[in-house]
């Protein structure tokens, strides 16, 4: 059974060139890719989740409000029916030289199942996506 | 007598209107309205109107054609059931308007008892079920087609959600003996809109099973046929000026305003795309052939709401104390909705009314802009169509091209410099249907697209 994947980058954040690689990624890697583009909101990928019954919320934040903009979004995830959702998040999180470490940390505990750092690998994305979904590694 | 001749029905609410055309001049040769006799047999105010109209060739009438639209006893009514508000449900919505229907419940996620209860009681004509994209959520519009199986629903439903669901929805509906159609999802993926086919279907049903059970049936002694629902004649009529045909130049993205007694509706044909670079378009793709219905804006049934959504004090202010007791002259028009303005305190009004129904129908209908910042700067994010670039604006309706100043209601529609953020048309032609053709021309498309074109290009005059 084929993965659905909700993809985008959150907020006021125009990024648009990563958003374009990873959908192109995870279509070859053979997921079912909703691509939301730029300025997406927290709930905007919600709605989208529910509609398609999506498995996974892969979700960019390259302009540094990662904090602000995903605050809640577990919460938000859990109220609207899809708890259980796995959440991905990468990008440029923060600003300034900060401790990645903490950074991951600091992610993790709001929810996000896979906080991927800066300057990832793309096919360590799709690589960890299919190990998390429970998929055999094509690669 | 020539063949022809051709006649143009439309079974309005209040008024049956009739439109001869002779098809080899191209010419109108004559128009009459009749008060409407749906509450008792449709055939009697339609034959008072043949008579008359007959009367205008001045011999035994002979006609080519005798085409029919309805929007009496209360227009097709239909209910949309979609799953999440700005997702299937707009586009189950907005299928249902663009078919020419009239939305009389929208309701989305799991259907309470209550709702299905609402649903029973406003006993729509279709119901129109979606839910789900293709291969997402199957639960919930099979919970929904349950609810339904069991509920005391008789009219047709369309189904038009996740494709995935279709055969269980459909035995399940078809296990409570209701009649049920499948069509294409109105939402195949995200941000995918499709509803071409649904929009065929309504039309069908129309045809089949409406007419018939609102006791239009009789009508059809008399003339060819009823072919669809007046709103989409009208849309039809719009698109066909809009695009031209291959041997007749159309005027290109159009507008229409259509201000009625009970409703404002707005048509608009273009795909809207932003006007200005660096703006970035968002929420559900526009349909390029959009209808949208304010129900609040009706110059007779809902003049309250017209006053009430600018506000007593403002509207007044606009009326520059030409009208003494507003709430009376008000009331008046509710009570007495197939009344003329008569006196210079009632024209002023009317054109009051007109002007803030005209303004407030495009401001819904059309895009918005709106800024945001962010640490790269600002943004502009355009939702909805963008109308600037469209050159034509065509106004029709009853209180437009009857009421007393045309031009200045029209010219509400206008993009303005106070309300920079709506994108509304800068500089189009001011057009209005003073002949009250649309319709026949939406019907008369069906069968000579060439000769349609001409006629409308023909009447439409030129206001600004």
Not at chain 2, 154 to 179: C, F, M, Q, W
Request: hydrophobic letters at 45%; charged letters at 25%; proline letters at 5%.
């Amino acid at each position: 059974m084929q993965k659905t994947v909700i993809l985008g980058v959150i907020g006021v954040d125009a990024h648009v060139v990563g958003n374009k690689i990873i959908a192109q990624a995870l279509k070859d890697g053979g997921f079912k890719v909703v691509n939301l583009g730029t300025f997406v909101l927290a709930e905007d990928f919600i709605k989208a989740a529910i509609e398609t019954n999506a498995d996974a919320i892969m979700i960019g934040s390259l302009c540094g409000h990662g904090e602000l903009d995903c605050q809640g979004f577990r919460e938000k995830c859990i109220e609207a029916g899809k708890g259980n959702i796995h959440l991905v998040l990468g990008g440029n999180l923060v600003v300034g030289k900060q401790e990645w470490e903490g950074v991951h940390k600091k992610f993790r505990r709001m929810g996000f199942d896979r906080v991927h750092p800066p300057g990832v690998a793309v096919k360590t994305i799709i690589a960890d996506l299919k190990k998390d979904l429970g998929l055999a590694d094509g690669t | 007598m020539e063949p022809d001749h051709a006649l143009f029905v439309d079974f309005g609410s209040t008024f049956t209107k009739i439109v001869l055309v002779n098809l080899a001049t191209e010419e109108v040769l004559g128009r009459v309205q009749t008060p409407s006799t749906v509450e008792t047999d449709i055939t009697i105010g339609l034959k008072r109107g043949l008579e008359a109209i007959g009367e205008v060739l001045g011999g035994p009438p002979v006609y080519h054609h005798k085409l029919a639209t309805s929007s009496a006893a209360g227009g097709l009514r239909m209910v949309a059931i979609g799953l999440i508000p700005d997702l299937t449900v707009e586009a189950a919505k907005r299928a249902v308007l663009g078919a020419g229907a009239k939305v009389v419940g929208v309701y989305a996620y799991r259907l309470t008892e209550d709702e299905i209860r609402a649903l029973e009681k406003a006993a729509p004509d279709i119901i129109l079920l979606a839910g789900g994209t293709d291969g997402g959520d199957r639960e919930n519009v099979i919970n929904n087609a349950e609810s339904l199986r069991r509920s005391g629903v008789k009219a047709p439903i369309i189904y038009a959600g996740n494709k995935a669901a279709s055969d269980k929805v459909r035995k399940i509906l078809t296990a409570g003996h209701k009649e049920v159609v499948v069509a294409e999802n109105v939402m195949p993926e995200i941000g995918v809109l499709k509803v071409e086919q649904v929009r065929l279907i309504i039309r069908e049903l129309f045809i089949k099973r409406i007419i018939d059970a609102k006791g239009l049936k009789n009508a059809e002694q008399f003339i060819d046929s009823i072919l669809m629902p007046t709103p989409t004649a009208v849309l039809n009529a719009a698109k066909l000026l809009a695009e031209g045909t291959p041997n007749e130049p159309g005027l290109g993205d159009l507008v229409v305003v259509d201000i009625g007694g009970a409703t404002t509706d707005i048509h608009s044909i273009g795909l809207g795309a932003p006007t200005e670079a660096g703006v970035i378009p968002k929420g559900l793709p526009e349909p390029y052939v959009k209808r949208t219905v304010e129900g609040d804006l009706g110059m007779r049934y809902n003049a309250a709401n017209i006053v009430l959504a600018v506000g007593k004090e403002k509207f007044c202010q606009q009326l520059l104390g030409m009208v003494v007791d507003l709430d009376q002259a008000v009331e008046k028009l509710n009570r007495k909705p197939d009344s003329l303005p008569g006196q210079k305190e009632e024209l002023a009004l009317d054109v009051e009314l007109a002007r803030t129904a005209a303004r407030l129908a495009i401001e819904r209908h059309a895009g918005v802009i709106e800024v945001a910042y962010g640490p790269l700067g600002q943004f502009l994010i355009q939702y909805g169509k963008d109308l600037r670039g469209i050159k034509t604006v065509i106004g029709t309706g009853g209180p437009l091209i009857f009421g007393p100043d045309p031009e200045t209601v029209l010219k509400e529609t206008l993009y303005s410099a106070a309300n920079p953020f709506s994108l509304k048309p800068k500089e189009p032609a001011l057009y209005l249907d003073e002949k009250y053709l649309l319709y026949a021309i939406g019907l008369l498309a069906e069968l000579y697209p060439d000769k349609a074109l001409r006629i409308a290009k023909k009447y439409l005059r030129r206001v600004h």
